[in-house]
């Protein structure tokens, strides 16, 4: 998912049993904002992990489960980001994300 | 790299004699001389030697006295060991108290250069690099599983220190008369060494129990101390400098705080760069949003939240009653840190 700074969706496509998609309202400029511009945050939760990668458009959300090795999230990112701009300019955008 | 070779032998006319003979190996090694075996063990302790020839019999302590003291202190350093009281026996002993080479006297010098080339040789039967970084290099030892031993010379400073690995595994350091982490800890400082690797390792006993990456973060916290301690004369940089501190000595319920602090510490501590943990509700708001993320998607409590704020460290935050913040460095091994610390806060959790 990937989330403008000023908290618009960009970009969504969830590929797993997700329990619900989440909806983006004005909460989300909220949270973006109170990032205060950190380059990466992985968040830990009892049930699932959330990625997030600073891009030069806004803020690429990762969503998983529980048992998912951050370091491939990680690396996946590290390749996917420095295309982001090129591709949302190409308007191929979908192409990037890989269905497993 | 020109070594030092220690004669031990209380004749001085043998000394003499051997001294003149192996001058014609200059260009390969340098003969140091000791008259007894108590000298010797002075020499070792303030010189830097690779590899002893001794005599067995001498007053107070002996060739074998020498033996024993090189293996168990100096395990990489080799011993030669020569006698003019030579028996089978004699020669058995020697070899299973851990000589590397047996000559009985009388011999000719070439016979004893020749033990000598062969166990300087074995030094570097693994090869020997030039101008490398020692932290990448020796990762790559952990990971292929070796079993060596790595001696390195440092290009700033000159120093020489050995390194002992098992199947991969540091299992002992040394420079000079510091071994185990203290040596591991200044080895691992040395940003440009020439290494050379023997494909055995002569190291008794395991006196390294930490893991080699945690090691290496150490041991570069440690020269960053070093570094920022230059750079503000008179002051020493604490994580603290990062993001504002709490007075929290005067509040109530500290105790508790302090307690889970100490358990976090003792787990995660030194052992992956962690300088120092307190509270900081500077970063409630954000957590609470945090939380709340894991709520629309059904994750459940949240556990901990990494993050690269752009500062010289990054930093972790444990949300509790009072936020927990620790400053990381961001070459810490993170996985291993975060699975550590969630464990943890499960492990705290009511």
Not at chain 2, 292 to 321: C, H, N, T
Request: with cysteine; hydrophobic share 40%; aromatic share 6%.
């Amino acid at each position: 998912m990937l989330v403008s700074f000023e908290g618009q969706l960009v970009f969504k496509e969830f590929v797993g049993p997700l329990s619900m998609e989440p909806e983006i309202d004005s909460s989300w400029a909220l949270f973006i904002h109170s990032l205060r511009g950190a380059g990466e945050i992985e968040m830990f939760y009892d049930h699932g992990r959330v990625y997030i990668r600073k891009t030069e458009i806004g803020y690429l959300f990762v969503i998983t489960g529980e048992s998912a090795p951050m370091a491939m999230v990680r690396l996946n990112c590290d390749m996917l980001v420095p295309a982001v701009k090129n591709v949302i300019k190409r308007d191929k955008f979908k192409g990037l994300f890989r269905r497993n | 790299m020109r070594r030092n070779i220690l004669l031990v032998d209380d004749q001085q006319e043998v000394l003499h004699s051997l001294r003149e003979g192996l001058a014609e190996y200059r260009e390969v090694f340098s003969v140091m001389t000791a008259e007894d075996g108590d000298e010797a063990i002075r020499r070792l302790r303030q010189d830097d030697i690779s590899l002893v020839v001794t005599d067995l019999k001498m007053p107070n302590t002996d060739g074998f006295g020498v033996l024993a003291h090189t293996m168990e202190f100096y395990p990489d350093i080799p011993v030669i060991v020569m006698t003019g009281y030579s028996t089978t026996e004699m020669e058995r002993l020697a070899h299973k108290d851990g000589a590397v080479g047996y000559i009985a006297k009388p011999f000719k010098t070439s016979a004893l250069a020749k033990l000598i080339l062969t166990a300087l040789r074995r030094e570097a039967d693994g090869g020997t690099l030039h101008n490398i970084s020692s932290g990448m290099f020796l990762q790559l030892v952990e990971m292929e599983q070796k079993t060596c031993t790595i001696r390195l010379a440092d290009k700033a400073s000159g120093k020489r220190g050995v390194l002992f690995f098992r199947d991969g595994d540091l299992l002992d350091a040394r420079v000079n008369g510091v071994k185990g982490e203290d040596a591991a800890h200044q080895i691992f400082r040395w940003e440009e060494v020439t290494l050379s690797i023997e494909n055995t390792c002569r190291c008794p006993e395991r006196k390294i129990e930490g893991e080699l990456q945690a090691i290496l973060l150490e041991a570069m916290r440690l020269k960053d101390e070093e570094g920022k301690a230059e750079d503000i004369p008179g002051k020493k940089i604490e994580a603290e400098d990062l993001v504002p501190v709490d007075d929290e000595k005067e509040q109530p319920g500290n105790k508790e705080k302090e307690t889970l602090k100490k358990r976090i510490m003792r787990k995660i501590g030194t052992r992956y760069g962690v300088a120092t943990i307190y509270h900081d509700n500077v970063w409630d708001g954000l957590l609470g949003q945090m939380t709340r993320m894991g709520k629309r998607f059904s994750f459940g409590p949240l556990r901990l939240a990494y993050m690269d704020v752009g500062a010289a460290r990054d930093v972790i935050l444990i949300p509790g009653e009072e936020t927990i913040l620790i400053p990381v460095d961001s070459r810490c091994p993170r996985d291993r840190m975060i699975q550590a610390l969630v464990a943890e806060t499960c492990e705290n959790s009511p």
